[in-house]
């Protein structure tokens, strides 16, 4: 009963945000111009899936910063919302604080508004990651932006483990650390390749305030994972349907993964740029003809 009335106050929270939203001065433009049914061609619209401790914010930012594309991480919207205070962060706060989840539909809302900001200042695209995480949130995406990869990192669940539990940060300068060596020779017998993922060691300085994010025991990890694969699959599915993902399983260190996982991306990097040129050209031969 608590948890539907906090639902209900977030949801008018939500309704009077938007309202407010669509009042601006930048805000009807922005979402005249951002229509579902535009290609909006030339732009980047990419997703990134995989599980905890898959790489996928380090990735999406790398990719996104070789391409010249925000990348958005849904976390991180959520997260400023609830920090800039306004009527909405609040009742978030008050949804999280009790470790509820938040309604996909105010997550769905806080992401479109990003969206529309961005078309609005000319952005060419996006990458996100951290979202969708059900084949419902998938569905609500695909009724705000027109996506057009759904990249779909893996990695083998024991380094996945080993990964996440070896995860420090610094207390004294909040610089994240990863500190598990790990190797695992290739399995001909089941087609598994070579894994060799060396150390993100701290410098001197960081060693003595290495912390241990709580949720990185082998537990906890290994929930996180098993109820993150019960909703992966339905994701991968929705977006396999649709002709739109690829999978690439990562087996090495950032130095040996970013240059494989940019050549696998470079098909839909040139799609992108040949639709923009191609949209450029019409657009020039129709002013021509004006």
């Avoid at 977030?10 to 229509?35: E, G, I």
């Avoid at 960081?206 to 290994?222: I, S, W």
């Avoid at 994701?235 to 240059?259: K, N």
Wanted: glycine share 8%.
């Amino acid at each position: 009963m608590q948890q539907q009335a906090s639902r209900s106050l977030l949801r008018a929270a939500h309704a009077s945000l938007k309202a407010t939203w669509f009042s601006s001065s930048v805000a009807p433009a922005a979402a005249a111009a951002y229509s579902t049914s535009s290609s909006n061609q030339g732009q980047i619209k990419w997703v990134f899936l995989g599980p905890p401790g898959v790489g996928k914010g380090t990735y999406a930012s790398r990719v996104a910063a070789a391409l010249d594309v925000p990348h958005i991480a849904a976390g991180d919207l959520v997260r400023a919302e609830i920090k800039s205070g306004s009527t909405l962060g609040q009742q978030m706060q008050q949804i999280v604080s009790k470790g509820q989840l938040l309604p996909d539909e105010v997550i769905i809302e806080v992401l479109q508004q990003r969206l529309q900001q961005g078309h609005a200042a000319g952005e060419g695209g996006f990458i996100l990651d951290g979202f969708p995480r059900t084949a419902h949130q998938a569905q609500q995406l695909a009724a705000v932006t027109q996506v057009q990869l759904a990249l779909n990192l893996s990695l083998r669940h024991e380094v996945l483990v080993q990964k996440c539990c070896g995860r420090r940060i610094c207390g004294h300068c909040g610089k994240n650390y990863n500190i598990a060596d790990i190797y695992l020779p290739a399995d001909p017998a089941s087609g598994q390749p070579e894994i060799v993922m060396p150390p993100l060691s701290p410098p001197k300085e960081c060693g003595p305030h290495l912390e241990t994010r709580e949720d990185d025991t082998e537990e906890v990890v290994l929930r996180r994972l098993q109820v993150y694969n019960a909703a992966a699959a339905p994701v991968e599915d929705f977006y396999r349907a649709s002709g739109l993902l690829l999978d690439f399983e990562i087996t090495g260190g950032i130095p040996q993964t970013l240059p494989r996982l940019m050549a696998s991306l470079q098909p839909y990097i040139d799609a992108a740029r040949s639709s923009s040129s191609s949209s450029s050209s019409e657009k020039e031969q129709a002013a021509a003809t004006a």
